[in-house]
């Protein structure tokens, strides 16, 4: 079975600042693939990035990067440079193979000007 | 850029009633999937398609059934609407072609129950 943990409701960070937001995903699957979601208030779930886990190299995509920890399955977003558009609630997911994704319960992030 | 259009924002319907809700995608993706959104909950597959005319159950299939009779739409059908199925429902979409393709979403219907 597989499990994605979000432990984290709500976050808030101060503008133009770092935040860092959590997932632990448990998997007995050697091949998997996660992925972090950002859906902004009233508006469409877009993919913010994605880590393949037999890929050493943590993902980055402008602001956003993550810290892959196979060992600790730990897969924590980090947002630097905080901006007002980034408000939203935030969700961490896994595949393993297959057709199903599975999804955490969503931090929402609060963004302070 | 793929567009994935689900064809009401929000719905109100009474318990009871058959209800339908519409998902298209313009992409050619031959996987689509009908979530459902709860606080404290994430998203929850509700039922998936791989092909035309094929369906699988997810998580939380009861009290629903699907149709998908051409590729790019894939109805969610509520057969006998009842208020425990009040909710924000996300249709997307993927391609098939190897593991770990990211999905595509909808802008989601929040639908009431009453």
């Known amino acids: 079975a597989q499990t994605v943990t979000q432990s984290q409701p709500e976050m808030s960070v101060q503008e133009a600042e770092t935040v860092t937001l959590s997932c632990t995903y448990d998997?007995?699957?050697?091949?998997?693939?996660l992925f972090w979601y950002k859906q902004p208030p009233s508006r469409q779930m877009i993919l913010v990035i994605r880590q393949e886990a037999y890929k050493q190299q943590n993902a980055t995509e402008n602001r956003f990067s993550v810290n892959f920890q196979k060992a600790a399955k730990s897969f924590s977003l980090k947002i630097s440079d905080s901006q007002l558009g980034d408000a939203a609630m935030y969700f961490c997911a896994g595949n393993t193979g297959g057709f199903k994704t599975i999804f955490g319960a969503g931090t929402r992030l609060f963004v302070k000007a | 850029d793929v567009k994935v259009t689900q064809s009401s924002r929000y719905l109100v319907k009474r318990t009871g009633e058959k209800v339908f809700l519409e998902c298209v995608q313009d992409m050619d993706h031959e996987n689509m999937f009908w979530y459902r959104q709860d606080p404290g909950l994430g998203l929850r597959l509700i039922y998936f398609s791989y092909d035309v005319k094929m369906k699988e159950k997810g998580d939380i299939p009861e009290g629903y059934s699907v149709s998908r009779e051409k590729k790019e739409r894939f109805s969610l059908i509520l057969e006998s609407a009842s208020t425990n199925q009040t909710s924000m429902y996300l249709c997307a979409s993927s391609l098939s072609d190897r593991v770990g393709r990211p999905q595509h979403f909808g802008d989601g219907t929040r639908l009431s129950i009453l």
């Open positions: 998997t007995s699957e050697s091949d998997y693939y």
